[in-house]
């Protein structure tokens, strides 16, 4: 059984640009949560993706947005690249939505905005 | 709205010494849960411990313990033992009628 994996794993854009993010969850898992990390902060809920249908978002603006496919990967898009968007971005899957104390995350895509 | 407070940014702990990481929480949900992750310096959240609001007896995972005290609104981990791959950064979050809301965390360092 695989975990949880994203891609790429570090990323470095210039502003204004735009960057897709990947996300392939754990086997038999079809929710997929992304977060943010900010340096040295928590992760913040972006928003989650449930049978390729968001359910649920949290306080981003709309040019942060997703997607998920048919095989429950997931994909995190972010337009118009500012500088504060630099920061540690996790995958998580959960095998239903929602579930408690199985949330599985990924090793996280590192972006740098410069 | 549910908040996650940790009061410690580091603590140091020498090797198989009992450490204690403090979490508050914040919520008007009467049915949540909360969590303790783990996150080494390669970033991957790793889960360690879950206790729901029900649940009467304080949740345990081999060295780890959560020390729940609802009228408090506390859950500190209690990590027994402490080891060198111990250190870390750890974060308690918690999970109501929301997706899960974390704390800013605490950096353990465990010492030789």
């Known amino acids: 059984e695989t975990g949880v994996t994203q891609s790429p794993t570090h990323l470095i854009k210039t502003r204004g640009q735009q960057v897709t993010l990947r996300c392939s969850s754990q086997?038999?898992?079809?929710?997929v949560s992304w977060y943010q990390q900010a340096l040295g902060q928590g992760p913040q809920f972006i928003f989650q993706?449930?049978?390729?249908?968001?359910?649920g978002r949290g306080n981003f603006p709309p040019r942060f947005s997703g997607l998920q496919f048919p095989n429950y990967s997931s994909e995190l898009n972010v337009n118009a690249l500012e500088l504060d968007d630099s920061a540690l971005y996790l995958c998580?899957?959960?095998?239903?939505?929602?579930?408690?104390?199985?949330?599985?995350f990924g090793p996280g895509t590192r972006l740098t905005v410069l | 709205a549910q908040k996650i407070t940790q009061t410690q940014p580091g603590m140091f702990v020498q090797e198989k010494e009992a450490v204690t990481l403090d979490c508050t929480y914040d919520t008007s949900d009467q049915s949540y849960g909360l969590f303790w992750y783990k996150q080494p310096s390669s970033g991957e959240m790793i889960f360690l411990i879950y206790?729901?609001?029900?649940?009467?007896q304080n949740a345990t995972e081999g060295r780890y313990s959560l020390n729940f005290q609802k009228a408090r609104k506390s859950a500190n981990l209690v990590i027994s033992a402490s080891q060198l791959g111990d250190s870390a950064m750890y974060f308690c979050?918690?999970?109501?009628?929301?997706?899960?809301?974390f704390g800013k965390g605490t950096r353990l360092s465990v010492i030789a």
């Open positions: 979050a918690m999970k109501g009628n929301t997706p899960l809301v």
């Open positions: 086997s038999g898992h079809n929710t």
């Open positions: 206790q729901g609001s029900y649940d009467e």
């Open positions: 993706y449930y049978r390729e249908e968001e359910n």
């Open positions: 998580a899957s959960s095998p239903t939505a929602p579930s408690y104390n199985e949330q599985f």
